[in-house]
């Protein structure tokens, strides 16, 4: 219905535009500004397009729009599946979406084409354009579709509508990223992009090549947006790059992955929206994925997690991991140690905490030499003073004296 009205309205003003065209002289048609990646080789990467709504839309147009599951579009935006009446919520023109699609290498560049179109009765290239929020010209979707005066728009022919992407190997300044194609809008500059994103001028004009800080409406930025990684996971058969903002679902969807914007580690949990999932608890634990025992000691705290490890032909892998902090997970509080498990909703799989265990009041240990770097600071019995050690040796060895048991 809002399709049909806004193509209307396009149709009655297609005269007017028309006139405007032929005052313009051709040299005044300005390219905006892009950053375009190239590339030689077949892989592709995780990116993120930012869409602006062009009008009020359900998330099944959105979806549809761009080829994508409802559920990877929430994911990507880090909404509920659960939250009610989404089905039929209609989102405003304006709002904000990130979309996530599929960078591959095409022809030299990075560019996505595995978006298709099928032409609408009054659509024009133009008004095909707008629906996709400025990401693509009607210019760009004519070229790559060989649509010209002689070889015009066809109802129900399907068009390859072209979205700008890049990869940078996912990586900006040494740190996990994934990269946004953010169009500029009206008012915008560097410095206002850069605090929205939690960049900084610096980074974007670095990333985009600009050597002049000057940004026009339309131009297109790459927006490296800081990401959680599996990368030092040690999962099995399985690789997972989550931006901040966002979660996955991964393992069938029978595992939720979060990207925690505190620490950018991924945390991993039952997801809680497949019936049908097994293999969710840890061996000899009543730990499942994503829970954790928190437990104080004289130091700080053993925390032991049943932590995610990745997915292998309709197996989830999963072990415990002991992990001993200085810090106790979420706050100083020595008599109510929170829960471990994420603020992100997971109403299926409670969080098993136990109470912390009375400790004696250290004593002085007589086995402890001169040489122990921390007699002169600590009285830790000689068995904790052995555990500290240990922790602080896999501390630096592993960083984050996190050592994982597998099965
Ligand atoms: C959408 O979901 C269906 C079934 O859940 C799946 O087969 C398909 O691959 C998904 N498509 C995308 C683009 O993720
Ligand atoms: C994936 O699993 C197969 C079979 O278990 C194994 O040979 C291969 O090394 C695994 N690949 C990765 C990347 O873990
Ligand atoms: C992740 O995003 C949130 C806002 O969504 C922000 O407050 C936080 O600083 C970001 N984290 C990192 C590491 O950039
Ligand atoms: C803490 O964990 C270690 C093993 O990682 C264990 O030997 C020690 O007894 C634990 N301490 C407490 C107080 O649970
Ligand atoms: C925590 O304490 C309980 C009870 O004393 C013990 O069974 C468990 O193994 C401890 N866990 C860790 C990680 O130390
Ligand atoms: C992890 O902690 C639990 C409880 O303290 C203990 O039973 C287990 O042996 C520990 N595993 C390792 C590898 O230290």
């Given amino acids: 219905m809002i399709t049909t009205m806004e193509s209307q309205m396009k149709f009655l003003m297609m005269p007017i535009l028309l006139v405007l065209f032929i005052l313009l002289p051709c040299s005044v048609v300005t390219h905006a500004k892009s950053m375009i990646e190239p590339c030689s080789s077949s892989d592709s990467c995780t990116s993120l397009l930012s869409y602006i709504l062009p009008y009020d839309s359900k998330l099944s147009e959105i979806a549809y729009r761009f080829q994508l599951n ?185 595992i939720k992955c979060v990207c925690r914007p505190d620490n950018l580690q991924l945390q991993c949990s039952p997801s809680g929206i497949v019936a049908s999932c097994t293999n969710l608890q840890c061996k000899d634990s009543d730990l499942f994925i994503g829970d954790s025992y928190v437990n104080r000691t004289n130091t700080g705290c053993n925390v032991t997690t049943c932590v995610y490890r990745g997915h292998l032909g309709g197996k989830i892998f999963r072990s415990l991991q002991n992990s001993s902090q200085v810090q106790c997970p979420g706050n100083q509080n020595f008599n109510a140690i929170p829960p471990m498990v994420s603020p992100y909703d997971n109403p299926h799989v409670p969080c098993i905490g136990l109470p912390p265990q009375s400790s004696p009041a250290p004593a002085p240990s007589p086995t402890m030499g001169r040489d122990d770097p921390y007699s002169q600071k600590s009285n830790i019995p000689s068995d904790k003073k052995e555990l500290l050690n240990r922790a602080l040796w896999y501390n630096s060895l592993l960083v984050g004296a996190a050592f994982v048991i597998l099965f």
């Fill in 70 to 254: 409802i559920s990877d579009i929430l994911a990507a935006n880090s909404i509920n599946p659960r939250t009610p009446s989404l089905d039929t919520h209609i989102f405003h023109a304006k709002s904000f979406f990130k979309i996530p699609i599929m960078c591959p290498c095409v022809d030299g560049i990075r560019r996505s084409i595995s978006t298709i179109y099928t032409v609408k009765p009054a659509d024009t290239l133009e008004s095909i354009s707008e629906s996709y929020g400025g990401l693509v010209t009607g210019q760009q979707i004519g070229s790559t579709n060989n649509i010209n005066a002689m070889n015009p728009l066809m109802i129900d022919q399907p068009l390859v509508i072209p979205l700008p992407c890049t990869c940078f190997n996912n990586v900006d300044n040494g740190i996990p990223a994934v990269y946004m194609s953010y169009v500029v809008q009206n008012g915008e500059s560097f410095r206002s992009i850069a605090t929205e994103f939690g960049t900084t001028v610096t980074d974007l004009a670095a990333v985009n090549g600009f050597g002049q800080l000057v940004l026009d409406p339309g131009d297109i930025l790459a927006i490296p947006i800081p990401a959680c990684s599996s990368a030092n996971l040690n999962w099995h058969n399985e690789s997972l790059i989550v931006p901040n903002g966002s979660y996955a679902l991964t393992a069938s969807n029978c």
